[in-house]
Each structure stands twice: as C-alpha cells, then as structure tokens.
C-alpha cells in the first residue's frame, strides 16, 4: 500500500457556485450536531467511529464545514486516533468523519470538496496517516484503501471491508497494525 493520496484537492468541483468552504470553529459544533442528527438518525451513537471520538474534540485545523450563503450544508470532522500494539510505540492517525451533507444538498460534490480539504490540510500538517470506516467505491476518489482484514482493530462491531486508509505520505500504513484507540 504506498499509493499515496492526491493532492490535488477533489476531483471535480462542486455543483453550487455560491459554497463556501472554511475551517471549523466550536461555535459550529450545535449545528453539526443537528446536520448529523437529520442525515445519520439516533442510531449514530451506537457506531464504532463514534466510540472513538466520543470525549475527544476534532482538531479545528483540519476540520471543514461548508456553507450556501449562511446555511451550514456539510461538515467533515477529523479526530486525531492512535493505533499499534500495546508492545510497540502508538502511531498517530487521524480519524475521517463524520464527513456530512445535508440531505438536499447531497449528490453535488460537496462532501468530496470537505474531505479533500481536510485531507490536503492534514498533509501540510504533517500527518501522514488518515483512516475512516466507510464506503470505498466513494473514499477510493480520494485515495483510500481498503485495510487489509485483521491489521486494524477498532472498538467494536464494524464492516472489515470499510475500514479504509490514506497515505498522505509514502510508506505511512508500512508496519502500523494493532488496535485503534482513542486519544486521552
């Protein structure tokens, strides 16, 4: 797995004119909230990638929302994870998600256009390690990659084949395996 993820922000622009993207800010934190609500439902919680950033703030330098005018349409949160084995040194790795669009807003590139900010700012950062559980054939655009079954193991029930990766630097996933964990 050393293919590393485009730079080039998304692949094709997003379908409105007027979106604008920014970083987010805690004052954001309610509205997403309630975004997230109305597309994923109660039964959000319950998620393993949940678990995971459940007590643990988003870096606000990596996470973008986008806007139609002053309606929030779509956020994507990153949450900085650890992984490794519990003999070994824990590798740093941001968390992807919850990448959300607005119901209506959906189907027009703008969830593309967050997570590739996010991503593109995260390799500035230095990170060189992003992981998300979700759907390949969409995350593939961006530079993710399957996780090969049994070498990450999150906390709890999830989909083996959702748990994706992203290189942001050559080599980065090379030798990293072990349980996910989440930051203290």
Not at 141 to 149: I, T, V
Request: proline share 10%; charged share 20%.
């Amino acid at each position: 797995m050393s293919t590393v993820a485009p730079s080039n922000g998304f692949t094709h622009a997003p379908d409105l004119p007027a979106l604008g993207l920014r970083p987010l800010h805690p004052s954001d934190l309610p509205q997403i909230e309630r975004l997230d609500e109305r597309a994923f439902g109660p039964g959000r919680f319950a998620r393993t990638a949940y678990r995971l950033r459940e007590g643990v703030g988003p870096d606000f330098a990596l996470s973008f929302v986008a806007h139609v005018g002053t309606l929030l349409v779509g956020s994507n949160i990153m949450t900085p994870v650890k992984c490794g084995k519990p003999t070994r040194e824990l590798v740093d790795v941001m968390l992807l998600g919850p990448l959300t669009v607005e119901p209506a807003f959906q189907s027009r590139g703008i969830g593309e256009a967050l997570a590739a900010r996010s991503l593109d700012a995260a390799r500035v950062a230095g990170q060189k390690l992003v992981l998300l559980v979700g759907d390949e054939p969409y995350y593939a655009r961006l530079g993710f990659k399957r996780a090969p079954y049994g070498r990450l193991v999150l906390p709890g029930p999830v989909d083996p084949a959702r748990v994706l990766v992203c290189e942001l630097a050559p080599g980065a996933f090379e030798g990293v395996a072990g349980v996910v964990l989440k930051t203290t």
